[in-house]
């Protein structure tokens, strides 16, 4: 198939599409983080316990990322994706049926399962589609799906806790998956390419150093990102003593700029050197995330803006990297390495120890620890000689 060189017409729709399809894949993991308190309070439950789901969910899905870089290889990128879509419906339709949290956590695992399916698949079908030349613009653009979800998902919570129980929203998102699926079948092109499909690649991507330190780098960066996310209702409402719904419209708005630098930092990744923006971006949210800790409120959200805007560039800005490191079929199983480190340790224990930090000392112990963590990962960036 002929790759895209601009972003107009069918182009811009296919991409359109694709960062949707991101956007619901993001979303309906983090839903449950705006309404955790109403389920600490449903289920009686403690800070730790609530955290637990989003470990359970991002070790579903930390695995499902590592053994469907593979699997995604044998049998399509493109099979791989609509078995991802159609689980997810299926998974988010029972949610609300769930009397227990045990059996949330349960489900959460399963989805954790199902939405990391899309990631390794959906990367080499995105760098078919477009030209090396306009990576950058296209990878940001893509990304912005999780950061516009950051934005928007407290939102779309409190509009639905207006209106109706928290579980009618896991209706709604199910039948956009249903929608998803449909015109991802009938629209889009598998890209897998011909010819042997052994799968000795695996060693050769597992064996590059710099994807373990890219590897160690996207941990802490995934944990200033989402890990603060899904605990940051808690932080807000039960240390700084915000309102739910005060602290749901604080915790959106903060979000705002992630989307706006995620679009310019597109530009500039294709405009400048890649090692520098990484690492310059990355040393800030270290900074930024250091102070949220401060004891005055005001100052705490300043600064969770300016954080919530640094740390969403890095991702596509690293996705580039995996790009230039790897070929089209060794990249596939790279962003699954990636995604399932980030998956387990960034997005699964990061949580869970902030809410562990939260029950045995406070919130803002453990996000002043992870700020000087995720500072110091940065000069792991230093050594990726492959993307100069």
Same mark, same amino acid.
């Given at each position: 198939m002929q790759a895209y060189g601009e972003l107009k017409g069918k182009a811009l729709l296919y991409l359109i599409f694709f960062w949707f399809v991101w956007f619901m894949n993001y979303g309906c993991r983090t839903?449950?983080?705006?309404?955790?308190?109403?389920?600490?309070?449903?289920?009686?439950?403690?800070?730790?316990?609530?955290?637990?789901?989003? !470990?359970?969910?991002?070790?579903?899905?930390?695995?499902?990322?590592? %053994?469907?870089?593979m699997v995604a290889s044998l049998i399509g990128y493109k099979r791989s994706i609509g078995i991802s879509l159609g689980a997810c419906s299926l998974i988010l339709f029972a949610v609300p049926f769930m009397t227990n949290f045990n059996q949330l956590s349960l489900l959460g695992f399963a989805l954790g399962i199902a939405t990391g399916m899309h990631l390794p698949s959906i990367m080499p079908i995105i760098t078919r589609y477009y030209e090396s030349k306009i990576w950058g613009k296209v990878l940001s653009l893509h990304d912005t799906g999780i950061t516009f979800g +950051?934005?928007?998902?407290?939102?779309? !919570?409190?509009?639905?806790?207006?209106?109706?129980?928290?579980? %009618?929203?896991?209706?709604?998102? #199910?039948?956009?998956? +249903?929608?998803?699926?449909? %015109?991802?079948?009938?629209?889009?092109?598998? %890209?897998? =390419?011909?010819?042997?499909?052994?799968?000795?690649?695996v060693v050769d991507v597992l064996k590059s150093k710099s994807l373990w330190f890219l590897g160690i780098v996207w941990i802490f960066a995934?944990? !200033?990102?989402?890990? +603060?996310?899904?605990?940051? =209702?808690?932080?807000l409402t039960k240390e700084l003593n915000f309102s739910i719904g005060y602290a749901n419209t604080v915790f959106g708005f903060s979000r705002?700029?992630? =989307?706006?630098?995620?679009? #310019?930092?597109?530009?500039i990744i294709d405009r400048f050197n890649l090692k520098k923006t990484m690492f310059y971006l990355v040393s800030s949210t270290g900074l930024t995330t250091m102070l949220l800790s401060h004891k005055n409120p005001t100052v705490v959200l300043i600064f969770l803006f300016l954080q919530a805007s640094f740390i969403p560039v890095f991702f596509p800005a690293g996705l580039v990297a995996i790009s230039r490191m790897f070929d089209i079929k060794k990249r596939s199983m790279a962003a699954g390495v990636l995604g399932a480190l980030s998956g387990l340790f960034g997005v699964g224990l990061l949580p869970y120890l902030l809410g562990l930090a939260g029950d045995l000392i406070s919130f803002r112990f453990g996000i002043f620890v992870l700020g000087i963590l995720v500072t110091l990962s940065s000069g792991l960036i230093l050594f990726l000689k492959e993307i100069d």
């Amino acid at each position: 198939m002929q790759a895209y060189g601009e972003l107009k017409g069918k182009a811009l729709l296919y991409l359109i599409f694709f960062w949707f399809v991101w956007f619901m894949n993001y979303g309906c993991r983090t839903a449950f983080s705006p309404i955790m308190p109403l389920l600490e309070d449903e289920y009686g439950i403690t800070h730790a316990k609530a955290s637990s789901l989003f !470990a359970l969910t991002s070790a579903g899905y930390g695995i499902s990322l590592f %053994v469907s870089g593979m699997v995604a290889s044998l049998i399509g990128y493109k099979r791989s994706i609509g078995i991802s879509l159609g689980a997810c419906s299926l998974i988010l339709f029972a949610v609300p049926f769930m009397t227990n949290f045990n059996q949330l956590s349960l489900l959460g695992f399963a989805l954790g399962i199902a939405t990391g399916m899309h990631l390794p698949s959906i990367m080499p079908i995105i760098t078919r589609y477009y030209e090396s030349k306009i990576w950058g613009k296209v990878l940001s653009l893509h990304d912005t799906g999780i950061t516009f979800g +950051v934005f928007v998902i407290p939102f779309i !919570a409190l509009l639905f806790l207006n209106y109706f129980n928290w579980r %009618v929203m896991f209706y709604f998102f #199910a039948g956009i998956f +249903v929608l998803c699926l449909a %015109v991802f079948y009938y629209t889009c092109d598998d %890209v897998l =390419p011909s010819g042997d499909k052994r799968i000795g690649f695996v060693v050769d991507v597992l064996k590059s150093k710099s994807l373990w330190f890219l590897g160690i780098v996207w941990i802490f960066a995934v944990g !200033a990102n989402l890990a +603060v996310y899904f605990i940051l =209702p808690l932080y807000l409402t039960k240390e700084l003593n915000f309102s739910i719904g005060y602290a749901n419209t604080v915790f959106g708005f903060s979000r705002l700029g992630g =989307p706006l630098l995620t679009i #310019a930092g597109g530009f500039i990744i294709d405009r400048f050197n890649l090692k520098k923006t990484m690492f310059y971006l990355v040393s800030s949210t270290g900074l930024t995330t250091m102070l949220l800790s401060h004891k005055n409120p005001t100052v705490v959200l300043i600064f969770l803006f300016l954080q919530a805007s640094f740390i969403p560039v890095f991702f596509p800005a690293g996705l580039v990297a995996i790009s230039r490191m790897f070929d089209i079929k060794k990249r596939s199983m790279a962003a699954g390495v990636l995604g399932a480190l980030s998956g387990l340790f960034g997005v699964g224990l990061l949580p869970y120890l902030l809410g562990l930090a939260g029950d045995l000392i406070s919130f803002r112990f453990g996000i002043f620890v992870l700020g000087i963590l995720v500072t110091l990962s940065s000069g792991l960036i230093l050594f990726l000689k492959e993307i100069d």
